[in-house]
């Protein structure tokens, strides 16, 4: 049997999307990247905002019509939903789309390949397994981890115990449950002999990472030691667990990526108290201090979310000034968009105007564009080691790639190969990218 898969939002789902094929290939099953030679299309699914879940919904019209099309042909196709959305919907996307025939959330992918042979033996029936009670963390499955020929994706710690008050993810993606550090290890070890350069550890929240005894501090200094040829990058961290010893252990190996991404969500105190968040825009400045104390060309990038319940053009003003304080690297910003089951959906009011939501996220849009520039600009002048990680999409004279911090880089191509290192000297930036030259290969 043929599988076709389509992955849709975050990197935890990239992942998860090579955990499936890896537990569908050694069943047996092909996989396609044509749509229409597959026996099951499979889309892996977000549910954090509205945006996506609505891009998902579309495409999955889209693919309903060709499953009509082809039955006239008698070919059978068979639809399913795996991911946040699935666990999300659960029972009510059957009742409603009578058109999908699996649904499996984020802790079955074991039981996908026995799921679909039971949908091919009995075409009529449905299959549901959207328990999140199991603890998988998929310890023995060796996903091939890759988002491109340079980097690798490795989950550390999978669902969160946070419960922000506007956030899905505790839903969709069940309690914390950290991974055996022994998997983690040998994972790394199988990607750098496959000749991976880069590893990104992922994690709702790394820092709650805890397996007894070992905190994420002490697995990531595990981590940099075991594989010191390769370069280690980790996401994303909750604001108010990032340790001193975490910021050491960074600061230590220069192996590690010299980059946090720390979510504000919101500059407000009491913005952060309705989401639950446990620190406030004070704390947060602090905690960004530390981290600027210890190593101060660190970059730092962010989550903003405008619009949240109750928001007031004071409690926006207090964004802009956090994000004056400290000007992330970047950031990924938002309108607040209700999520169903949460809290933020049950007891607060989503009363900000669609209009004002987009008016602040504007602004702060453009806030953080300048600020970009701004930190980007630091960078000239200086000599840097940058992993080349492939040709220039613009400009196939030039090679892109990333320096210590995660920034990107374009210079002309050089006699290296792409996952090799540079050092380039940094002469000019655009909004979003360094230009750089080469000085000396190594
Ligand atoms: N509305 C808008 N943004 C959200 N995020 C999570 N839930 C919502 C929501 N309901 C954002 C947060 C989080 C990022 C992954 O997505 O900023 O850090
Ligand atoms: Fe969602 Fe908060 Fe957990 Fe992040 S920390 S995944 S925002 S509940």
Redesign the pocket.
């Known amino acids: 049997m043929k599988f076709y898969i389509e992955t849709y939002g975050c990197q935890m789902n990239i992942y998860d999307s090579e955990i499936i094929c890896s537990i569908l290939l050694k069943a047996g099953f092909i996989k396609t990247s044509t749509l229409k030679k597959a026996d099951i299309i499979l889309l892996n699914t977000c549910a954090i905002r509205a945006k996506p879940e609505q891009k998902i919904l579309n495409r999955l019209m889209k693919i309903r019509c060709l499953k009509s099309k082809l039955k006239k042909t008698n070919k059978q196709i068979k639809i399913g939903i795996v991911g946040c959305l699935a666990t999300h919907y659960k029972k009510q996307t059957l009742e409603k789309f009578n058109f999908i025939d699996l649904i499996v959330g984020p802790d079955s992918y074991k039981n996908l390949p026995k799921m679909i042979k039971k949908l091919k033996k009995e075409p009529k029936k449905k299959e549901i397994d959207v328990r999140l009670a199991n603890q998988e963390k998929y310890t023995k499955i060796i996903p091939s981890g890759l988002i491109n020929r340079i980097s690798a994706l490795i989950s550390i710690i999978r669902g969160?115990d946070?419960?922000?008050t506007?956030?899905i993810?505790?839903f969709s993606r069940g309690r914390e449950k950290s991974r055996n550090p022994n998997s983690i290890l040998k994972e790394c070890k199988i990607l750098y002999k496959k000749g991976y350069k880069e590893i990104i550890l992922l994690g709702?929240?790394v820092d709650s990472y805890f397996f007894k005894p070992l905190k994420f501090f002490q697995l990531l200094e595990l981590i940099a030691l075991t594989v010191p040829l390769m370069r280690i990058r980790f996401l994303?961290s909750?604001p108010s667990n990032i340790s001193k010893n975490l910021v050491e252990v960074v600061k230590k190996h220069s192996n590690i990526s010299k980059h946090f991404h720390i979510?504000l969500?919101s500059g407000s105190t009491r913005i952060l108290a309705l989401m639950r968040r446990k620190y406030s825009g004070e704390e947060f400045l602090l905690i960004i201090k530390m981290i600027q104390n210890i190593i101060p060309d660190c970059s730092i990038s962010s989550d903003i979310i405008t619009g949240f319940c109750t928001e007031t053009q004071e409690d926006h003003r207090e964004t802009l000034r956090i994000m004056n304080r400290i000007k992330f690297n970047f950031s990924y910003m938002f309108k607040y968009s209700s999520r169903q089951g949460t809290y933020a959906e049950r007891k607060l009011k989503d009363d900000v105007p669609n209009i004002l939501k987009i008016r602040r996220l504007n602004e702060i849009i453009s806030l953080q564009k300048a600020h970009s520039f701004y930190r980007l600009k630091e960078n000239i002048g200086k000599i840097q080691n940058v992993l080349i990680e492939g040709i220039s999409k613009k400009d196939d004279k030039y090679y892109y790639g990333r320096n210590y911090k995660n920034d990107i880089i374009v210079f002309p191509k050089t006699t290296s190969k792409i996952g090799s290192y540079n050092r380039i000297k940094i002469i000019n930036s655009t909004f979003t990218t360094l230009i750089g030259v080469l000085t000396a290969e190594i």
């Open positions: 969160c946070n419960m922000c506007f956030c993810v505790p709702q929240n994303t909750y979510p969500q």
